[in-house]
């Protein structure tokens, strides 16, 4: 399995930015599909982004779409999500989550298909 830390989180007012990051150890991160998730207490998991293995394929969520951007860097086994213009519905716990299969030819945005969690990290938006 791959081992995951998320960092990064905390409270910030409407319209401000977070880089949320999401530092990789155990197997090679670099061939697994990354997503980022988030979660409210009381709520459905909500995939936010994603990102194929070699950093050239994005997806997102549309009501991030603009916002909201996942990066990747294979190197430094790490994956970033910068997030700018945030607002109150945004606050959630954010998990970084790698896919269950290597060199997987499509992003998926269901949770059953990420082996790998990390415990999250808290993005509090107040208005």
């Known amino acids: 399995q791959v081992q995951l830390v998320e960092s990064g989180g905390g409270l910030v007012q409407a319209g401000g930015s977070l880089r949320l990051s999401c530092a990789a150890s155990?197997?090679?991160?670099?061939?697994?599909?990354m997503g980022w998730f988030r979660q409210d207490p009381g709520k459905e998991s909500e995939c936010v982004a994603t990102?194929?293995?070699?950093?050239?394929?994005?997806g997102y969520a549309e009501y991030v779409k603009g916002r909201f951007t996942i990066s990747r860097d294979n190197a430094k086994n790490t994956v970033y999500l910068q997030m700018n213009s945030l607002k109150p519905e945004d606050t959630a716990t954010y998990y970084c989550?790698?896919?269950?299969?290597?060199?997987?030819?499509?992003?998926?945005?269901?949770?059953?298909?990420?082996?790998?969690w990390g415990r999250g990290t808290q993005v509090t938006v107040s208005s």
């Open positions: 989550a790698a896919d269950s299969i290597a060199y997987r030819l499509v992003l998926s945005t269901k949770s059953s298909d990420y082996g790998s």
């Open positions: 155990g197997r090679a991160m670099h061939t697994y599909n």
């Open positions: 990102i194929n293995w070699r950093g050239s394929i994005k």
